[in-house]
């Protein structure tokens, strides 16, 4: 009897050790998951270690069967790492994500920079704070969460985030009337929102045990591997998470890949389980970014094969270091740029990816790095110390120019700028879009039709200036003035357009060149 207690004791409290752990770190009970099979070895090294202290007499016999089970794991284990390695299936690794060729003039043009998003997650979690403040019965209550997750919201780039539980004493004295609110922030215009929700939000990550959204999947698919579940809205605005359900590849030891997911409305918690084809449309977050960053780099580097890939790196490239999100056609795609490993500054193409399909289009187009880009911008207003935002490329002018935000310390953004991708020594910065936009173009913004490109007619004028004044919109400094035998005629030049314009004042004598009574160019005599 002394004997079978022992065992108990071996074998039994190390299991309710490994249950409460089990309930907390949620380790899928699958072989493909690493951290099972961490689990399962100290369980056994446990046991065994327990064994020798309460009964030595069975602890040999023990140590044989524990020990066996580790030494057939491991050769099992190491099986499967070099059945599904890079060596040996560097094709299967390139063929994770595959591209197709993309139109840049089609895809990628725009015509009005206020359209171009600019709001980041720094400056979406400052927005939605402050919409939040206005409310000051639910600040002792919630806060908003962190996600600020960007998704297509009825055709925009929107940030959505849902409010969360202060503390475990708000979630037990508000989980049974749940969160009512989740916050809205459009990326274009910054204007945010906070949602009344006629069905209140039970299931989150600030909930705790059965309410925590992590749990509450896992606890309904144990034996499933999925991705950390990322808050989303449907066209109707209602709140629901999801969760990519990912397995490994070529081998139980391989890479992720992504094979469906769940969607967990987040007020019922009703779980329902797609795969990748038939994702509902209005779906945004199903491969996540840093899966499709290292199948583009698995892409890039296996072409060629593993030896290629480790010797004489031919045709071997990989990605930035760094993507964004943009939104095209009412879908969410992951932008990153293409560089050579041979680490020098410039780009050879870019890709944007689907993130709900994971179809990716490749642009062939030579542009200098987002870091040329980044550290040039950066450049040009040194003196303020400002950190640039990984950049977006958009066909401006039919021209690849890049577009970026430049923030201060505080992480609050401060400056807009655009940089030539293919001369990244070209930068125009403002203190909004259509000031960076003017500072870049020098002020000449060319417009066209949907069939073809206006001619801007411009004529030449010169005289002395009788009076002059400036203001200041959008944040850049704007000339009025007149010039003398004609007071009626008011001409508008922006400080962009030269240098030299804050130094010209009434009396002075100037050629100027003027598209009506908008000035283009400006020499003073």
Do not use: C
Request: charged share 20%; aromatic share 12%; hydrophobic share 40%.
């Amino acid at each position: 009897m002394k004997n079978w207690k022992s065992v108990a004791i071996a074998y039994g409290l190390p299991a309710i050790v490994l249950l409460g752990y089990w309930y907390s770190a949620l380790t899928p009970v699958s072989i493909q998951s690493p951290e099972f099979w961490t689990n399962m070895f100290l369980y056994l090294v446990a046991s065994a270690a327990l064994m020798n202290v309460l009964d030595r007499s069975k602890a040999d016999k023990v140590n044989k069967v524990s020990g066996a089970i580790i030494g057939i794991s491991i050769v099992f284990i190491i099986g499967g790492m070099l059945f599904g390695s890079q060596i040996f299936r560097a094709k299967d690794y390139a063929s994770l994500i595959t591209h197709t060729e993309g139109n840049f003039e089609e895809d990628l043009t725009i015509t009005d920079p206020s359209q171009i998003p600019t709001i980041d997650r720094d400056m979406a979690e400052r927005l939605g704070s402050r919409k939040l403040g206005e409310v000051l019965n639910l600040v002792s209550q919630f806060d908003v969460s962190t996600e600020y997750t960007q998704i297509a919201y009825k055709g925009d780039s929107v940030r959505v985030s849902p409010l969360e539980y202060v503390s475990f004493f708000r979630w037990l004295n508000n989980r049974a009337d749940g969160i009512p609110h989740y916050v809205t922030v459009d990326m274009v215009t910054g204007d945010s929102e906070l949602v009344n929700l006629e069905k209140n939000i039970h299931y989150s990550h600030s909930g705790y045990f059965g309410d925590d959204i992590t749990r509450h999947i896992f606890f309904s698919y144990p034996t499933v591997m999925f991705e950390n579940p990322v808050f989303e809205l449907d066209e109707e605005g209602n709140p629901y998470y999801i969760a990519p359900i990912v397995e490994k590849k070529f081998s139980f030891m391989g890479p992720k890949e992504v094979v469906g997911v769940f969607v967990v409305d987040a007020s019922s918690g009703d779980i329902t389980r797609y795969s990748v084809a038939d994702v509902p449309d209005w779906v945004d977050r199903v491969f996540p970014a840093n899966m499709v960053m290292t199948q583009i780099n698995y892409n890039g580097q296996y072409q060629g094969g593993y030896l290629n890939s480790v010797i004489s790196k031919k045709g071997v490239i990989q990605n930035a270091d760094g993507y964004n999100y943009i939104v095209l056609n009412d879908d969410l795609y992951l932008y990153t740029g293409l560089t050579s490993v041979a680490a020098d500054e410039s780009n050879i193409g870019f890709v944007l990816v689907n993130s709900r399909t994971k179809e990716s289009k490749r642009y062939n187009i030579s542009t200098a790095t987002e870091w040329s880009a980044m550290e040039s911008a950066q450049g040009s207003v040194q003196e303020k110390g400002y950190i640039s935002t990984f950049p977006l490329l958009f066909n401006m002018e039919n021209k690849p120019v890049y577009q970026l935000s430049l923030k201060d310390d505080a992480g609050l953004i401060k400056m807009y700028a655009f940089v030539n991708a293919t001369n990244y020594q070209k930068v125009g910065t403002g203190n909004s879009l259509a000031a960076a936009w003017n500072a870049y173009t020098g002020g000449v913004v060319s417009t066209t039709t949907d069939e073809e490109e206006e001619v801007v007619e411009t004529e030449t004028i010169s005289g002395a200036i009788t009076a002059m004044e400036s203001v200041v919109i959008d944040g850049e400094t704007t000339y009025y003035f007149t010039l003398e035998g004609d007071a009626e005629t008011i001409y508008i030049a922006k400080v962009s357009i030269d240098k030299q314009l804050p130094f010209i004042k009434a009396g002075d004598s100037v050629t100027i060149e003027v598209d009506g009574a908008r000035v283009v160019s400006i020499i003073k005599q």
